[in-house]
């Protein structure tokens, strides 16, 4: 499996960014896949997962109301819209993948597969 993050960049307060996470080929339906996020100093955090057979989905607290996550089952895509973001929201972010699909996790040790990170820079 392999994961391809995209969609970071430079944006002012109360603004808003989408990332895309492209997933290889293949079936994903007993997958959780799940963004995380890691700030200059930090532990890399979880930040939303959605379970790919239903779409069903979990954020973390500081995001929640803020942020949603989907997927596109016919493109293998996975999407993270940001909306009213914040400086604190500054991290490179990750998209993973889990074959844990059964449940939510936001461990990161149970994610089995990792993209590259792409920067979110929020201007304060």
């Known amino acids: 499996v392999q994961l391809q993050a995209s969609g970071g960049g430079l944006v002012g307060t109360g603004g808003s960014l989408r990332l895309s996470c492209a997933a290889s080929?293949?079936?994903?339906?007993?997958?959780?896949m799940g963004w995380f996020r890691q700030a200059p100093g930090k532990e890399r955090e979880f930040v939303a997962s959605i379970r790919w057979n239903d779409g069903s989905s979990d954020y973390a607290d500081s995001v929640k109301g803020r942020f949603t996550v989907s997927r596109d089952s016919a493109k293998n895509m996975v999407y993270l819209q940001m909306d009213s973001l914040k400086f604190e929201d500054t991290a490179v972010y990750y998209c993973a993948a889990s074959r844990s699909g059964w449940n939510f996790f936001r461990l990161k040790d149970v994610y089995d597969y990792w993209g590259q990170g792409t920067q979110v820079t929020v201007s304060s």
């Open positions: 080929e293949g079936s994903f339906s007993h997958y959780l």
